[in-house]
């Protein structure tokens, strides 16, 4: 069965700093994998995604994730954040259907 | 245009009342879904319809009940309401690709109240 593990499930970083959300997953094959934010009170947002090929992929507002087979994870990243990035991340697993992490809460502190 | 859009936002009810949300996607693809989201944010598969068919039904109570008039409409009609329904329910859309579920483009939610 397929499933994803979010380790953390609240981060505070200051604005400014970098910041790597961990996300692992459990598939049977090459897995698609994205990352998704969920800002307070709105839906989930596709930040980025990996199908095959390049396994450093770049997402929207300065995101960027990387997909190692070997640790079969799949990590955010961003070299800067800023106060706006705060939400909810979710990482998820394509599959037969998406299944999702529990999710990491970002706190952004100014 | 909104890509992906249920209503209503909100429902406030009692408990033992039958209410519906309906979702609406104009995006072209053929498989939509219904997760429930729980007050501690995780997200939950409940049902995915592939061209009106029923292809996922997760462990869910029969109350809830889905509904595909066309590729394009996924309803959810939930009988008997109860106090642990309360929890926001997205709607979403995505295409299969390479027999895998691809990218899911999400409503912005129903915020269910069950009192």
């Known amino acids: 069965a397929q499933s994803v593990t979010q380790p953390d499930i609240h981060i505070t970083v200051s604005e400014g700093a970098s910041l790597e959300l961990r996300c692992n997953y459990s598939?049977?094959?090459?897995?698609?994998l994205f990352w998704y934010v969920q800002s307070p009170g709105q839906g989930l947002q596709l930040l980025l995604k990996?199908?095959?090929?390049?396994?450093l992929v770049q997402g929207i507002k300065g995101f960027e994730a990387e997909f190692k087979r070997s640790q079969s994870s799949f990590n955010l990243r961003k070299p800067s954040v800023h106060w706006s990035d705060a939400a909810e991340y979710f990482c998820a697993v394509g599959g037969g259907k998406s299944t999702f992490g529990d999710g990491t809460t970002l706190t952004v502190k100014p | 245009d909104t890509a992906v859009s249920q209503t209503p936002k909100y429902l406030v009810t009692q408990m033992g009342n039958d209410k519906s949300i309906k979702c609406e996607q104009n995006?072209?693809?053929?498989?939509m879904y219904w997760y429930k989201q729980d007050s501690k944010k995780f997200l939950k598969i409940m049902f995915s319809y592939n061209n009106k068919e029923l292809i996922i039904n997760e462990t869910v109570p029969n109350r809830f009940s889905p509904k595909s008039p066309d590729k394009a409409h996924l309803n959810l009609h939930i009988n008997s309401l109860e106090l642990g329904d309360s929890a926001v329910y997205f709607c979403?859309?995505?295409?299969?690709?390479?027999?895998?579920?691809?990218?899911?483009?999400f409503g912005e939610g129903s915020r269910l109240t069950v009192l």
């Open positions: 979403a859309s995505s295409q299969r690709t390479g027999g895998q579920t691809g990218e899911l483009f």
């Open positions: 990996y199908f095959s090929g390049d396994t």
């Open positions: 598939y049977g094959a090459t897995p698609y």
């Open positions: 995006l072209g693809h053929d498989t």
